[in-house]
T-cell receptor, first 117, second 112 residues
Framework: GAGVSQSPRYKVAKRGQDVALRCDPISGHVSLFWYQQALGQGPEFLTYFQNEAQLDKSGLPSDRFFAERPEGSVSTLKIQRTQQEDSAVYLC???????????????FGDGTRLSIL | AQSVSQHNHHVILSEAASLELGCNYSYGGTVNLFWYVQYPGQHLQLLLKYFSGDPLVKGIKGFEAEFIKSKFSFNLRKPSVQWSDTAEYFCAVRGNTGKLIFGQGTTLQVKP
């Protein structure tokens, strides 16, 4: 399809397990963002890539969170030793603008709903 | 600190009523403002955006927003809502490196 694709749509894990969430941005989009959306809240920024370079990871809540985009297209968000407070919807967005959407908007995927038991 | 505040958490309107959703921001740099909408079961979609120029911005589906710099506001308006406007609405400001800083969202329920 033409949109941002995220997988899996739903993920249930036990506390302490590691999880990996995948994002396929729109083809050719330079900028890629990850956001975390807790229930009843707006999305909160986690990290930003320009091609394969991670230019901003100021929003990652702890060193258990790690993101990569090794070839400048698909990105993976990994959470190690998951905790209950990690339960949220994780959103990926991409933009064709190298400045992260200054003149081109961010396009969002459907998100991955992560539940930690 | 950069932040966005949406005053109305949950709004219930009847069809044909007028809508205004409040949004205030706190940001010291050049302001780029957005309204996104999330219909039930769908992803976030851009409604409209403000970068510069005319402070009255028109978006899709009859929505508009007015940037008032002196009030640090970017309120969303629609003269006559429809049942299909039932959704969650998010105001956002573009921060450094392009990340979006969102408000907590407003759930709009339109009764037929």
């Amino acid at each position: 399809g033409a949109g941002v694709s995220q997988s899996p749509r739903y993920k249930v894990a036990k506390r302490g397990q590691d999880v990996a969430l995948r994002c396929d941005p729109i083809s050719g989009h330079v900028s890629l963002f990850w956001y975390q959306q807790a229930l009843g809240q707006g999305p909160e920024f986690l990290t930003y890539f320009q091609n394969e370079a991670q230019l901003d990871k100021s929003g990652l809540p702890s060193d258990r969170f790690f993101a990569e985009r090794p070839e400048g297209s698909v990105s993976t968000l990994k959470i190690q030793r998951t905790q209950q407070e990690d339960s949220a919807v994780y959103l990926c967005a991409s933009s064709s603008s190298p400045t992260g959407g200054l003149w081109q908007p961010q396009h969002f995927g459907d998100g991955t709903r992560l539940s930690i038991l | 600190a950069q932040s966005v505040s949406q005053h109305n958490h949950h709004v219930i309107l009847s069809e044909a009523a007028s809508l205004e959703l409040g949004c205030n921001y706190s940001y010291g740099g050049t302001v780029n403002l957005f309204w996104y909408v999330q219909y039930p079961g769908q992803h976030l979609q851009l409604l409209l955006k403000y970068f510069s120029g005319d402070p009255l911005v028109k978006g899709i589906k009859g929505f508009e927003a007015e940037f008032i710099k002196s009030k640090f506001s970017f309120n969303l308006r629609k003269p006559s809502v429809q049942w299909s406007d039932t959704a969650e609405y998010f105001c956002a400001v573009r921060g450094n490196t392009g990340k979006l800083i969102f408000g907590q969202g407003t759930t709009l329920q339109v009764k037929p």
